[in-house]
T-cell receptor, first 114, second 114 residues
Protein backbone atom coordinates (compact mmCIF):
# COMPACT_ATOMS: atom_id res chain seq x y z
CA UNK A 1 0.00 0.00 0.00
CA UNK A 2 1.21 3.50 -0.81
CA UNK A 3 -0.72 4.92 2.18
CA UNK A 4 -1.47 8.64 1.83
CA UNK A 5 0.09 10.39 -1.14
CA UNK A 6 0.22 14.12 -1.83
CA UNK A 7 1.19 16.06 -4.91
CA UNK A 8 2.99 18.27 -5.55
CA UNK A 9 5.76 18.22 -2.93
CA UNK A 10 6.65 21.86 -3.52
CA UNK A 11 4.75 24.72 -5.16
CA UNK A 12 5.35 28.43 -5.64
CA UNK A 13 2.38 30.62 -6.52
CA UNK A 14 1.86 34.29 -7.14
CA UNK A 15 -0.78 36.18 -5.19
CA UNK A 16 -4.18 35.67 -6.77
CA UNK A 17 -3.39 32.41 -8.53
CA UNK A 18 -5.45 29.32 -7.84
CA UNK A 19 -4.34 25.73 -7.56
CA UNK A 20 -5.36 22.32 -6.28
CA UNK A 21 -3.36 20.21 -3.86
CA UNK A 22 -3.96 16.54 -4.49
CA UNK A 23 -4.39 13.88 -1.81
CA UNK A 24 -5.13 10.20 -2.27
CA UNK A 25 -5.26 7.20 0.05
CA UNK A 26 -5.45 3.50 -0.77
CA UNK A 27 -6.50 2.19 2.65
CA UNK A 28 -10.27 2.54 2.08
CA UNK A 29 -10.46 4.99 4.97
CA UNK A 30 -13.71 6.85 5.53
CA UNK A 31 -12.22 9.95 7.12
CA UNK A 32 -9.87 12.41 5.44
CA UNK A 33 -8.55 15.75 6.62
CA UNK A 34 -6.44 18.68 5.53
CA UNK A 35 -4.18 20.51 7.97
CA UNK A 36 -1.74 23.36 7.63
CA UNK A 37 1.42 23.71 9.67
CA UNK A 38 3.10 27.05 10.16
CA UNK A 39 6.62 27.49 11.61
CA UNK A 40 6.84 26.62 15.29
CA UNK A 41 3.20 25.63 15.46
CA UNK A 42 1.18 22.49 15.54
CA UNK A 43 -1.28 21.53 12.85
CA UNK A 44 -4.52 23.40 12.31
CA UNK A 45 -7.49 21.72 10.67
CA UNK A 46 -8.70 23.30 7.42
CA UNK A 47 -11.43 20.95 6.19
CA UNK A 48 -12.34 17.35 6.80
CA UNK A 49 -14.59 14.66 5.36
CA UNK A 50 -16.42 11.77 7.01
CA UNK A 51 -17.15 10.01 3.73
CA UNK A 52 -17.65 10.50 0.02
CA UNK A 53 -19.90 13.47 -0.62
CA UNK A 54 -19.64 14.79 2.97
CA UNK A 55 -17.28 17.59 3.99
CA UNK A 56 -17.15 20.09 6.81
CA UNK A 57 -15.08 23.04 7.91
CA UNK A 58 -12.30 22.93 10.41
CA UNK A 59 -10.61 25.69 12.36
CA UNK A 60 -9.17 27.69 9.43
CA UNK A 61 -11.34 27.10 6.32
CA UNK A 62 -11.32 30.57 4.73
CA UNK A 63 -9.71 30.69 1.30
CA UNK A 64 -9.90 26.93 0.79
CA UNK A 65 -12.41 24.65 -0.86
CA UNK A 66 -12.75 20.86 -0.79
CA UNK A 67 -14.86 18.14 -2.32
CA UNK A 68 -14.94 14.37 -1.86
CA UNK A 69 -16.36 12.60 -4.87
CA UNK A 70 -14.62 9.28 -4.15
CA UNK A 71 -13.41 7.49 -1.02
CA UNK A 72 -9.82 7.67 -2.25
CA UNK A 73 -9.38 11.34 -3.19
CA UNK A 74 -9.70 14.56 -1.23
CA UNK A 75 -8.32 17.57 -3.15
CA UNK A 76 -7.81 20.97 -1.53
CA UNK A 77 -8.36 24.03 -3.70
CA UNK A 78 -6.87 27.43 -3.07
CA UNK A 79 -9.25 29.85 -4.71
CA UNK A 80 -7.08 32.98 -4.83
CA UNK A 81 -3.73 32.47 -3.16
CA UNK A 82 -2.52 34.97 -0.56
CA UNK A 83 0.88 35.25 1.17
CA UNK A 84 -0.83 34.24 4.44
CA UNK A 85 -1.41 30.81 2.88
CA UNK A 86 2.31 30.13 2.71
CA UNK A 87 2.57 26.98 4.79
CA UNK A 88 3.12 23.24 4.74
CA UNK A 89 -0.08 21.34 4.00
CA UNK A 90 -0.71 17.84 5.26
CA UNK A 91 -3.43 15.46 4.25
CA UNK A 92 -4.45 12.65 6.61
CA UNK A 93 -6.84 9.73 6.60
CA UNK A 94 -8.31 7.50 9.26
CA UNK A 95 -10.97 4.88 9.63
CA UNK A 96 -9.22 1.57 9.62
CA UNK A 97 -9.76 -1.05 12.29
CA UNK A 98 -8.97 -1.44 15.10
CA UNK A 99 -8.72 2.31 15.68
CA UNK A 100 -10.84 4.74 13.74
CA UNK A 101 -9.07 7.60 15.40
CA UNK A 102 -5.47 7.00 14.37
CA UNK A 103 -4.59 9.28 11.49
CA UNK A 104 -2.15 8.45 8.73
CA UNK A 105 -0.39 11.45 7.25
CA UNK A 106 0.95 12.18 3.81
CA UNK A 107 4.45 13.65 3.33
CA UNK A 108 3.16 17.21 2.92
CA UNK A 109 3.13 19.94 0.28
CA UNK A 110 5.31 22.97 0.93
CA UNK A 111 3.54 26.01 -0.57
CA UNK A 112 5.01 29.47 -0.98
CA UNK A 113 2.82 32.36 -2.10
CA UNK A 114 4.70 35.41 -3.35
CA UNK B 1 -7.26 28.11 18.69
CA UNK B 2 -5.01 25.31 19.82
CA UNK B 3 -6.60 22.80 22.14
CA UNK B 4 -3.35 21.48 23.52
CA UNK B 5 -0.57 23.29 25.25
CA UNK B 6 2.68 21.37 25.37
CA UNK B 7 5.46 21.70 27.83
CA UNK B 8 8.36 22.09 27.49
CA UNK B 9 8.61 23.70 24.07
CA UNK B 10 12.10 22.24 23.70
CA UNK B 11 13.97 19.46 25.52
CA UNK B 12 17.62 18.52 25.14
CA UNK B 13 18.94 15.32 26.75
CA UNK B 14 21.73 12.76 26.44
CA UNK B 15 21.28 9.34 24.92
CA UNK B 16 20.08 6.85 27.51
CA UNK B 17 18.18 9.43 29.56
CA UNK B 18 14.40 9.54 29.83
CA UNK B 19 12.36 12.28 28.16
CA UNK B 20 9.04 13.51 29.53
CA UNK B 21 6.68 15.78 27.65
CA UNK B 22 3.42 17.16 28.94
CA UNK B 23 0.20 18.19 27.24
CA UNK B 24 -2.79 20.05 28.62
CA UNK B 25 -6.13 20.51 26.89
CA UNK B 26 -9.29 22.48 27.45
CA UNK B 27 -12.43 20.60 26.43
CA UNK B 28 -13.90 17.11 26.77
CA UNK B 29 -12.15 14.47 24.74
CA UNK B 30 -12.80 11.00 23.38
CA UNK B 31 -9.12 10.18 23.07
CA UNK B 32 -5.68 11.72 23.15
CA UNK B 33 -2.92 10.78 20.75
CA UNK B 34 0.78 11.44 20.42
CA UNK B 35 2.52 11.89 17.10
CA UNK B 36 6.16 12.27 16.08
CA UNK B 37 7.41 14.45 13.25
CA UNK B 38 10.93 14.19 11.93
CA UNK B 39 12.28 17.32 10.31
CA UNK B 40 10.60 18.00 6.97
CA UNK B 41 8.39 14.92 7.16
CA UNK B 42 4.78 14.05 7.85
CA UNK B 43 3.51 13.02 11.25
CA UNK B 44 3.66 9.44 12.47
CA UNK B 45 1.20 8.08 15.00
CA UNK B 46 2.82 6.82 18.20
CA UNK B 47 0.12 5.93 20.68
CA UNK B 48 -3.54 6.57 21.49
CA UNK B 49 -5.13 6.62 24.92
CA UNK B 50 -8.87 6.69 25.39
CA UNK B 51 -10.62 8.96 27.85
CA UNK B 52 -11.48 6.02 30.12
CA UNK B 53 -7.85 4.86 30.30
CA UNK B 54 -5.23 6.18 32.70
CA UNK B 55 -2.01 4.69 31.39
CA UNK B 56 -0.79 2.96 28.28
CA UNK B 57 2.53 1.46 27.19
CA UNK B 58 4.03 0.78 23.80
CA UNK B 59 7.65 -0.33 23.70
CA UNK B 60 9.72 2.49 25.24
CA UNK B 61 6.71 4.81 25.35
CA UNK B 62 4.49 5.36 28.35
CA UNK B 63 1.49 7.67 28.19
CA UNK B 64 -0.64 8.80 31.10
CA UNK B 65 -3.94 10.64 31.02
CA UNK B 66 -5.58 12.58 33.84
CA UNK B 67 -8.99 13.73 32.65
CA UNK B 68 -9.68 15.55 35.92
CA UNK B 69 -6.67 17.78 35.26
CA UNK B 70 -7.12 17.68 31.48
CA UNK B 71 -3.51 16.68 31.03
CA UNK B 72 -1.36 13.93 29.58
CA UNK B 73 2.29 13.04 29.61
CA UNK B 74 4.51 11.10 27.24
CA UNK B 75 7.57 9.37 28.64
CA UNK B 76 10.25 8.01 26.34
CA UNK B 77 12.61 5.76 28.25
CA UNK B 78 16.27 5.08 27.37
CA UNK B 79 16.24 7.66 24.61
CA UNK B 80 18.27 7.28 21.43
CA UNK B 81 19.62 9.82 18.96
CA UNK B 82 16.99 8.54 16.51
CA UNK B 83 14.27 9.82 18.87
CA UNK B 84 15.25 13.38 17.94
CA UNK B 85 12.06 14.88 16.49
CA UNK B 86 9.07 17.07 17.31
CA UNK B 87 6.34 15.45 19.37
CA UNK B 88 2.72 16.56 19.24
CA UNK B 89 -0.28 15.70 21.31
CA UNK B 90 -3.66 15.71 19.58
CA UNK B 91 -7.13 15.35 20.99
CA UNK B 92 -10.21 13.84 19.45
CA UNK B 93 -13.61 15.16 20.51
CA UNK B 94 -16.50 12.93 21.55
CA UNK B 95 -18.85 11.82 18.77
CA UNK B 96 -18.46 9.65 15.72
CA UNK B 97 -18.26 12.56 13.30
CA UNK B 98 -15.12 13.70 15.08
CA UNK B 99 -13.01 10.85 13.77
CA UNK B 100 -11.70 13.01 10.94
CA UNK B 101 -10.72 15.93 13.11
CA UNK B 102 -7.97 16.22 15.64
CA UNK B 103 -6.85 19.31 17.53
CA UNK B 104 -3.08 19.54 17.87
CA UNK B 105 -0.82 21.11 20.40
CA UNK B 106 2.15 23.23 19.40
CA UNK B 107 4.64 20.46 19.98
CA UNK B 108 7.81 19.73 21.91
CA UNK B 109 11.12 19.65 20.07
CA UNK B 110 13.22 16.82 21.50
CA UNK B 111 16.94 16.66 20.82
CA UNK B 112 18.84 13.57 21.97
CA UNK B 113 22.61 13.97 21.93
CA UNK B 114 24.75 10.87 21.23
Amino acid sequence: NAGVTQTPKFQVLKTGQSMTLQCAQDMNHEYMSWYRQDPGMGLRLIHYSVGAGITDQGEVPNGYNVSRSTTEDFPLRLLSAAPSQTSVYFCASSGGRPSYNEQFFGPGTRLTVL
Amino acid sequence: SQQGEEDPQALSIQEGENATMNCSYKTSINNLQWYRQNSGRGLVHLILIRSNEREKHSGRLRVTLDTSKKSSSLLITASRAADTASYFCATGAPGGTSYGKLTFGQGTILTVHP
